[in-house]
């Protein structure tokens, strides 16, 4: 029996577990313009946090908590499980406190700690000038290129054709809907198609689609301090200042975040800028106790999708092709909640339906398309 036609368009985590998650039913091929994980997902710091992110939505942070874990230990793909500490001020406790209590209840590991007993757990930090923090026990991090790639060789294993240096050009549409897309190799015939392509995605949408997605800029920081950091070091996010950090098992330090509007990717640089560079610098050295300094390692920007509520796309274009669908808009998270695109992709296929609800995804809860919002940093959330 022949099989239904899907090409996969972006070898991001998300693209590769659409593939993954098609495999058993589908004939499906992956194609990448640059190489797995060369995209945003890349140059992303690889934290996995869902129930901070989607605590309100428990199902969906419950699938992707045992995604990420569901993989470690196969290939060369580890998952580094740390607890994070989202430090507040004072003016938060009250929000902290609550927010703590809900997700306890819905069954998480989340506590809101003190600033005493969070410094006597956590002894290298100095949170002196904070009340307190939302501690998560199911948090941790992981490398995402390594994470890519293996989600591509379990797709590979399990039948996905992946072919990278790709660079797909514009899409087939005949009768209404898509046949195939356009490379710079030749035509890719196909019976159904899925947009998981960055922050590229609306220039390959047909004709006057839009999506509300738009292209946004991060920064990150890998940091040497002397001396190196221990191995309690917890993943956190600092009140007000909208940067997250996580520790390496070297003892160093990535700082990251920030979110800032970039009209042209393309153009725009691959480097840190200066106030950000002078900013980490600042609030580093205040964080942890005992360092002075910290030597810059390597930095580098990164671009992704945004929405307008912060949320992805995943699904049907309203207006668009039947048989087209997308999988964009992570907002920064594809790494940690990418693989949410599988079953839901899966489920607009006519396969089983996805293990938690799907309509705060759907395309279409926005009503009017727009294409310009205002930017929401999940770095601040």
Same mark, same amino acid.
């Given at each position: 029996? &022949?099989r239904?036609?899907?090409?996969? !368009?972006?070898?991001g !985590?998300?693209?590769?577990? $659409?593939?993954r998650?098609?495999a058993?039913s589908?004939d499906?091929?992956?194609l990448?313009?640059?190489e797995?994980?060369?995209g945003?997902?890349?140059?992303?710091?690889?934290?996995?946090?869902?129930?901070l #992110?989607?605590?309100?939505?428990?199902? $969906?942070?419950? #699938?992707?908590?045992?995604?990420v874990?569901?993989?470690?230990?196969a290939g060369a793909? *580890?998952?580094?499980e740390r607890?994070?500490?989202?430090?507040v001020?004072?003016a938060?406790?009250?929000?902290?406190?609550?927010?703590?209590?809900?997700?306890?209840?819905e069954?998480?590991?989340?506590a809101?700690?003190e600033?005493?007993?969070?410094e006597?757990r956590?002894?290298?930090?100095?949170?002196?000038r904070f009340?307190?923090?939302?501690?998560y026990?199911?948090?941790?991090?992981?490398d995402p290129?390594?994470?890519?790639?293996?989600?591509?060789?379990?797709?590979?294993?399990?039948?996905v054709r992946?072919?990278?240096?790709?660079r797909v050009?514009g899409?087939?549409v005949?009768?209404?809907?898509?046949?195939?897309?356009?490379t710079?190799?030749g035509?890719?015939?196909?019976d159904?198609?899925?947009?998981a392509?960055?922050?590229? &995605?609306?220039?390959?949408?047909?004709?006057?689609t839009a999506?509300? $997605?738009?292209?946004y800029?991060?920064?990150c920081?890998?940091?040497e301090?002397?001396? =190196?950091?221990d191995?309690?070091?917890?993943?956190g996010? $600092?009140?007000?200042? +909208?940067?997250?950090?996580? =520790?390496?098992?070297?003892g160093r330090?990535?700082?990251g975040g920030?979110a800032?509007?970039?009209r042209?990717?393309?153009?725009? *640089?691959?480097?840190?800028?200066e106030a #950000?560079?002078? *900013?980490?610098?600042?609030?580093?050295?205040?964080l942890?106790?005992?360092v002075?300094g910290?030597?810059?390692? &390597?930095?580098?920007?990164? #671009?992704?999708?945004?929405? =307008?509520?912060?949320?992805?796309l995943?699904?049907?274009?309203?207006g668009?092709?039947?048989n087209?669908?997308?999988?964009?808009g992570?907002n920064?998270?594809?790494?940690?909640i990418?693989?949410?695109?599988g079953?839901i992709v899966?489920e607009?296929?006519? +396969?089983?339906s996805?293990?938690?609800?799907?309509?705060?995804?759907a395309?279409?809860?926005?009503?009017?398309?727009?294409?310009?919002?205002?930017l929401?940093? &999940?770095?601040?959330v």
């Amino acid at each position: 029996m &022949t099989r239904d036609r899907v090409v996969v !368009v972006g070898a991001g !985590v998300a693209g590769v577990a $659409v593939a993954r998650a098609l495999a058993r039913s589908f004939d499906v091929t992956v194609l990448e313009r640059a190489e797995v994980g060369g995209g945003a997902t890349g140059v992303s710091a690889g934290l996995i946090a869902p129930t901070l #992110f989607y605590g309100d939505l428990p199902a $969906v942070a419950r #699938f992707a908590n045992r995604a990420v874990r569901a993989v470690d230990g196969a290939g060369a793909f *580890s998952f580094t499980e740390r607890p994070r500490i989202d430090v507040v001020s004072r003016a938060e406790v009250a929000d902290a406190r609550r927010r703590a209590r809900e997700l306890a209840d819905e069954g998480f590991p989340v506590a809101y700690l003190e600033r005493e007993a969070v410094e006597r757990r956590f002894g290298r930090l100095d949170l002196s000038r904070f009340a307190g923090a939302v501690c998560y026990e199911d948090t941790g991090w992981v490398d995402p290129y390594t994470y890519a790639v293996t989600l591509a060789e379990l797709a590979e294993d399990g039948g996905v054709r992946v072919e990278t240096g790709v660079r797909v050009s514009g899409l087939v549409v005949d009768g209404g809907s898509v046949a195939g897309v356009e490379t710079d190799d030749g035509r890719h015939e196909a019976d159904a198609i899925v947009l998981a392509a960055g922050w590229r &995605t609306p220039e390959l949408m047909p004709g006057d689609t839009a999506l509300p $997605v738009r292209p946004y800029r991060t920064q990150c920081l890998v940091l040497e301090p002397d001396p =190196p950091l221990d191995e309690d070091v917890p993943l956190g996010r $600092v009140s007000g200042e +909208g940067l997250y950090f996580r =520790p390496e098992h070297s003892g160093r330090i990535l700082v990251g975040g920030g979110a800032h509007e970039c009209r042209n990717p393309e153009a725009a *640089s691959r480097r840190p800028d200066e106030a #950000f560079t002078d *900013s980490v610098a600042t609030i580093v050295p205040r964080l942890f106790d005992g360092v002075d300094g910290a030597g810059l390692v &390597t930095g580098w920007a990164g #671009f992704d999708a945004a929405t =307008p509520d912060a949320r992805p796309l995943i699904g049907r274009i309203p207006g668009g092709p039947e048989n087209l669908l997308v999988a964009t808009g992570f907002n920064g998270l594809g790494v940690m909640i990418g693989p949410i695109a599988g079953p839901i992709v899966r489920e607009h296929l006519g +396969g089983s339906s996805a293990p938690f609800p799907t309509d705060p995804f759907a395309p279409d809860r926005f009503g009017d398309v727009a294409t310009t919002f205002d930017l929401r940093s &999940t770095s601040d959330v």
